[in-house]
């Protein structure tokens, strides 16, 4: 089983290498970004073990890209338990697993052996509503054929919306899905992201699909012209 291992720490990718190669695993290590996404690219792997954080490129443009050739490895992904990114970010991006820092070797190799045994993973399906698409590999979201650009927290909404089509929607739901688990403030940010999101996906294409449910929150319809309103 051949694994390509990105991580840049030598003191955890060496002793992580020894002791997969004793496993009867075949490694090849790349210590930076970049180097990891051209071997990630020119060659075929069983399963590819990728850090977050490395030099010239992170473990998230990383699997973007291999993601984007079309190229559908099982990869888990080492995440740093403070960091920057979380394990939603990885799964979006279309990680198969991810494994919190410290990880125990025993943990990694039964993970390792689990994502070989379910093979590579289908295509992540594009999400769509009406005319409205997005996809949850390349973050884009487009209505008919002109792409529109969101911020991090508008896509990150408009992701939930669209997993939860035609259903209705509240704040609550918005807040517990998108926002941190530690946010106290009012869920009124939420209907100030709202706004943002209709001005983007609606106001320049003169339709109505991000609609209020009053008292309750939120329907994301395929839309409907604004002139028939
Ligand atoms: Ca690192």
């Not at 210590?31 to 030099?55: C, H, N, T, Y």
Request: hydrophobic share 40%.
């Amino acid at each position: 089983m051949r694994v390509l291992l990105v991580e840049d720490e030598p003191n955890i990718a060496l002793p992580l290498k020894e002791a997969l190669v004793d496993e009867g695993f075949v490694v090849e290590v790349a210590d930076d970004g970049l180097r990891g996404e051209a071997i990630a690219l020119q060659d075929s792997w069983d399963v590819i073990v990728l850090d977050i954080m490395l030099p010239r490129l992170n473990g998230y443009d990383i699997l973007k890209s291999i993601r984007s050739h079309n190229i559908w490895t099982p990869v888990i992904m080492l995440t740093a338990k403070d960091g920057e990114y979380d394990q939603a970010d990885a799964f979006d991006l279309g990680a198969d697993d991810y494994l919190p820092k410290p990880f125990s070797f025993i943990v990694l190799v039964a993970r390792l052996r689990a994502l070989v045994r379910r093979g590579k993973p289908e295509r992540p399906v594009v999400l769509q509503v009406g005319d409205l698409t997005l996809d949850p590999t390349t973050h884009e979201v487009r209505r008919g054929a002109a792409p529109i650009t969101l911020t991090s927290r508008e896509y990150g909404i408009l992701h939930h919306f669209m997993r939860h089509a035609e259903e209705v929607v509240t704040k609550a739901d918005i807040l517990q899905h998108v926002w941190d688990p530690d946010y106290e403030g009012s869920d009124n940010i939420v209907e100030v992201y709202v706004g943002h999101l209709r001005k983007k996906i609606d106001t320049p294409f003169g339709c109505s699909s991000l609609l209020t449910v009053r008292g309750h929150g939120y329907r994301l319809m395929p839309p409907v012209e604004q002139g028939a309103l």
